[in-house]
Protein backbone atom coordinates (compact mmCIF):
# COMPACT_ATOMS: atom_id res chain seq x y z
CA UNK A 1 0.00 0.00 0.00
CA UNK A 2 1.19 3.68 -0.59
CA UNK A 3 0.39 6.95 1.24
CA UNK A 4 0.92 10.41 1.06
CA UNK A 5 1.36 13.31 3.55
CA UNK A 6 1.13 16.91 2.84
CA UNK A 7 2.23 19.29 5.96
CA UNK A 8 0.10 22.07 6.12
CA UNK A 9 -3.52 22.74 4.70
CA UNK A 10 -2.94 26.18 4.07
CA UNK A 11 0.37 27.69 3.19
CA UNK A 12 0.54 31.94 3.11
CA UNK A 13 3.16 32.94 0.82
CA UNK A 14 3.84 36.96 -0.40
CA UNK A 15 3.81 37.85 -4.21
CA UNK A 16 7.25 37.19 -5.60
CA UNK A 17 8.30 34.80 -2.52
CA UNK A 18 9.23 31.20 -2.74
CA UNK A 19 6.58 28.89 -2.96
CA UNK A 20 6.98 25.67 -0.86
CA UNK A 21 4.54 23.02 -0.37
CA UNK A 22 6.07 19.35 1.07
CA UNK A 23 4.66 16.25 0.31
CA UNK A 24 6.30 12.50 2.13
CA UNK A 25 5.07 9.54 0.42
CA UNK A 26 4.78 5.98 2.08
CA UNK A 27 5.44 3.04 -0.07
CA UNK A 28 7.08 -0.01 -0.33
CA UNK A 29 8.01 -0.64 -4.72
CA UNK A 30 9.24 2.42 -6.55
CA UNK A 31 6.21 5.32 -6.77
CA UNK A 32 5.11 7.40 -9.26
CA UNK A 33 4.61 10.86 -8.24
CA UNK A 34 2.65 13.88 -9.17
CA UNK A 35 1.60 17.08 -8.11
CA UNK A 36 -1.81 18.75 -9.37
CA UNK A 37 -3.39 22.01 -8.51
CA UNK A 38 -7.03 22.36 -8.73
CA UNK A 39 -8.52 26.62 -8.98
CA UNK A 40 -11.75 27.04 -7.42
CA UNK A 41 -15.26 25.12 -8.77
CA UNK A 42 -12.40 23.28 -11.99
CA UNK A 43 -11.22 20.03 -11.85
CA UNK A 44 -7.02 18.94 -11.33
CA UNK A 45 -4.48 20.17 -13.47
CA UNK A 46 -1.12 18.49 -13.66
CA UNK A 47 1.63 20.33 -13.28
CA UNK A 48 4.75 17.49 -12.64
CA UNK A 49 5.17 13.94 -12.80
CA UNK A 50 8.04 11.83 -11.53
CA UNK A 51 7.81 8.48 -13.24
CA UNK A 52 11.68 7.31 -12.41
CA UNK A 53 13.80 9.17 -14.43
CA UNK A 54 15.23 12.45 -13.81
CA UNK A 55 14.70 13.21 -9.92
CA UNK A 56 14.69 17.22 -10.62
CA UNK A 57 11.50 17.18 -12.49
CA UNK A 58 10.28 20.57 -14.45
CA UNK A 59 6.42 21.35 -14.60
CA UNK A 60 4.23 24.04 -16.00
CA UNK A 61 4.25 27.54 -14.70
CA UNK A 62 7.62 27.90 -13.14
CA UNK A 63 6.87 24.70 -10.82
CA UNK A 64 9.71 22.17 -9.80
CA UNK A 65 9.78 19.31 -7.71
CA UNK A 66 12.40 16.94 -6.21
CA UNK A 67 12.56 13.08 -5.73
CA UNK A 68 14.42 12.17 -2.62
CA UNK A 69 14.16 8.51 -1.88
CA UNK A 70 16.57 9.02 1.35
CA UNK A 71 13.74 11.95 2.79
CA UNK A 72 10.50 9.96 0.80
CA UNK A 73 9.78 13.20 -0.65
CA UNK A 74 8.64 14.92 -3.30
CA UNK A 75 8.22 18.81 -2.19
CA UNK A 76 7.09 20.88 -4.86
CA UNK A 77 8.72 24.43 -5.02
CA UNK A 78 8.25 28.16 -7.32
CA UNK A 79 10.71 30.53 -6.90
CA UNK A 80 8.63 33.46 -7.07
CA UNK A 81 5.18 32.94 -6.35
CA UNK A 82 2.35 35.34 -8.44
CA UNK A 83 -1.66 36.10 -7.42
CA UNK A 84 -2.05 33.56 -10.04
CA UNK A 85 -0.53 30.50 -8.20
CA UNK A 86 -3.93 31.26 -5.16
CA UNK A 87 -5.08 27.81 -5.79
CA UNK A 88 -5.46 24.20 -3.70
CA UNK A 89 -2.37 21.88 -4.74
CA UNK A 90 -2.39 17.71 -4.61
CA UNK A 91 0.46 15.60 -4.13
CA UNK A 92 -0.51 12.16 -5.44
CA UNK A 93 1.38 8.47 -5.70
CA UNK A 94 0.79 5.48 -7.59
CA UNK A 95 2.40 1.94 -8.23
CA UNK A 96 0.00 0.80 -9.73
CA UNK A 97 0.69 0.93 -13.85
CA UNK A 98 -2.62 1.76 -14.85
CA UNK A 99 -1.89 4.54 -12.54
CA UNK A 100 -4.53 4.50 -9.67
CA UNK A 101 -3.50 7.65 -7.91
CA UNK A 102 -3.80 8.05 -4.32
CA UNK A 103 -4.15 11.63 -3.07
CA UNK A 104 -2.42 13.78 -0.07
CA UNK A 105 -4.68 16.05 1.50
CA UNK A 106 -4.30 19.21 -0.31
CA UNK A 107 -2.26 22.43 0.30
CA UNK A 108 -4.39 25.79 -0.18
CA UNK A 109 -1.96 28.25 -1.12
CA UNK A 110 -2.78 31.95 -0.69
CA UNK A 111 -1.11 34.73 -2.21
CA UNK A 112 -0.86 38.36 -0.45
CA UNK A 113 0.31 41.45 -2.47
CA UNK B 1 -9.33 19.26 -29.09
CA UNK B 2 -11.66 18.62 -26.40
CA UNK B 3 -11.40 17.82 -22.70
CA UNK B 4 -12.75 15.10 -20.43
CA UNK B 5 -16.53 16.92 -19.63
CA UNK B 6 -18.71 15.54 -17.06
CA UNK B 7 -22.71 16.32 -16.56
CA UNK B 8 -24.27 17.37 -15.23
CA UNK B 9 -22.21 19.95 -13.57
CA UNK B 10 -24.08 20.41 -10.48
CA UNK B 11 -27.56 18.13 -9.33
CA UNK B 12 -29.34 18.65 -6.33
CA UNK B 13 -31.24 15.68 -5.23
CA UNK B 14 -33.88 14.42 -2.10
CA UNK B 15 -32.57 11.37 0.03
CA UNK B 16 -33.48 8.45 -1.28
CA UNK B 17 -33.84 9.27 -5.11
CA UNK B 18 -31.36 7.49 -7.85
CA UNK B 19 -28.90 9.63 -9.56
CA UNK B 20 -26.78 9.18 -12.94
CA UNK B 21 -23.45 11.25 -13.35
CA UNK B 22 -22.02 11.08 -16.89
CA UNK B 23 -18.41 11.40 -17.95
CA UNK B 24 -16.93 11.47 -21.66
CA UNK B 25 -13.24 11.46 -21.72
CA UNK B 26 -10.81 11.89 -24.24
CA UNK B 27 -11.45 10.51 -27.55
CA UNK B 28 -8.68 7.68 -27.41
CA UNK B 29 -8.03 7.71 -23.74
CA UNK B 30 -8.64 3.65 -22.46
CA UNK B 31 -8.05 4.05 -19.20
CA UNK B 32 -11.33 6.02 -17.12
CA UNK B 33 -11.29 7.14 -13.53
CA UNK B 34 -13.73 8.43 -11.62
CA UNK B 35 -12.58 10.16 -8.01
CA UNK B 36 -14.53 11.21 -5.29
CA UNK B 37 -13.51 14.69 -3.21
CA UNK B 38 -15.50 15.53 0.07
CA UNK B 39 -14.84 18.08 2.65
CA UNK B 40 -14.15 15.23 4.94
CA UNK B 41 -12.55 12.36 3.11
CA UNK B 42 -10.84 14.64 0.65
CA UNK B 43 -9.83 13.29 -3.30
CA UNK B 44 -10.67 9.43 -2.77
CA UNK B 45 -10.57 6.67 -5.86
CA UNK B 46 -13.59 4.84 -6.76
CA UNK B 47 -13.30 3.16 -10.03
CA UNK B 48 -11.40 2.69 -13.11
CA UNK B 49 -11.72 1.06 -16.39
CA UNK B 50 -9.85 -0.03 -19.16
CA UNK B 51 -11.50 -0.47 -21.78
CA UNK B 52 -15.08 -1.29 -20.92
CA UNK B 53 -13.79 -3.48 -17.92
CA UNK B 54 -13.70 -2.41 -14.25
CA UNK B 55 -10.67 -4.56 -12.64
CA UNK B 56 -10.28 -2.33 -9.78
CA UNK B 57 -13.44 -1.33 -7.73
CA UNK B 58 -12.20 -1.18 -4.19
CA UNK B 59 -12.95 2.39 -3.83
CA UNK B 60 -16.55 2.31 -4.41
CA UNK B 61 -18.03 3.10 -0.67
CA UNK B 62 -21.01 0.81 -0.56
CA UNK B 63 -22.94 -1.61 -3.26
CA UNK B 64 -25.04 1.57 -3.60
CA UNK B 65 -22.38 2.55 -6.03
CA UNK B 66 -22.09 1.38 -9.28
CA UNK B 67 -20.68 2.32 -12.96
CA UNK B 68 -20.05 1.43 -16.65
CA UNK B 69 -18.25 2.42 -19.37
CA UNK B 70 -20.19 1.42 -23.02
CA UNK B 71 -18.36 1.22 -26.20
CA UNK B 72 -14.92 1.95 -24.44
CA UNK B 73 -15.98 5.90 -23.76
CA UNK B 74 -18.70 7.22 -22.16
CA UNK B 75 -19.06 5.86 -18.63
CA UNK B 76 -22.13 6.46 -16.05
CA UNK B 77 -21.72 6.31 -12.25
CA UNK B 78 -25.00 5.76 -10.73
CA UNK B 79 -25.74 6.16 -6.73
CA UNK B 80 -28.83 4.62 -6.06
CA UNK B 81 -30.67 5.53 -2.65
CA UNK B 82 -28.64 8.60 -2.08
CA UNK B 83 -27.81 9.63 0.92
CA UNK B 84 -26.38 12.90 2.64
CA UNK B 85 -23.34 11.60 3.03
CA UNK B 86 -23.04 10.62 -0.49
CA UNK B 87 -22.75 14.58 -1.20
CA UNK B 88 -19.29 15.57 -2.75
CA UNK B 89 -17.61 16.64 -5.84
CA UNK B 90 -16.99 13.26 -8.23
CA UNK B 91 -14.64 13.82 -11.04
CA UNK B 92 -13.40 11.64 -14.05
CA UNK B 93 -10.55 11.47 -15.98
CA UNK B 94 -8.94 9.72 -18.58
CA UNK B 95 -5.43 8.52 -19.72
CA UNK B 96 -3.90 6.50 -22.60
CA UNK B 97 -4.20 3.86 -20.27
CA UNK B 98 -1.28 1.22 -19.09
CA UNK B 99 2.17 3.00 -19.18
CA UNK B 100 0.97 6.20 -19.55
CA UNK B 101 0.30 8.27 -16.32
CA UNK B 102 -0.99 11.40 -17.25
CA UNK B 103 -4.27 11.67 -16.38
CA UNK B 104 -6.67 14.67 -17.48
CA UNK B 105 -9.66 15.72 -14.98
CA UNK B 106 -13.06 16.72 -15.94
CA UNK B 107 -14.96 19.67 -13.94
CA UNK B 108 -16.84 17.44 -12.04
CA UNK B 109 -20.38 16.91 -10.54
CA UNK B 110 -21.22 18.55 -8.03
CA UNK B 111 -24.21 16.42 -5.71
CA UNK B 112 -25.71 17.94 -2.93
CA UNK B 113 -28.54 15.27 -1.40
CA UNK B 114 -30.99 17.39 0.59
Known amino acids: AQSVTQLGSHVSVSEGALVLLRCNYS??????LFWYVQYPNQGLQLLLK??????LVKGINGFEAEFKKSETSFHLTKPSAHMSDAAEYFCAVTTDSWGKLQFGAGTQVVVTP | GAGVSQSPSNKVTEKGKDVELRCDPI?????LYWYRQSLGQGLEFLIY????????KSGLPSDRFSAERTGGSVSTLTIQRTQQEDSAVYLC???FGKGSYEQYFGPGTRLTVT
Open chain 1, 27 to 32: SSVPPY
Open chain 1, 50 to 55: YTSAAT
Open chain 2, 93 to 95: ASS
Open chain 2, 27 to 31: SGHTA
Open chain 2, 49 to 56: FQGNSAPD
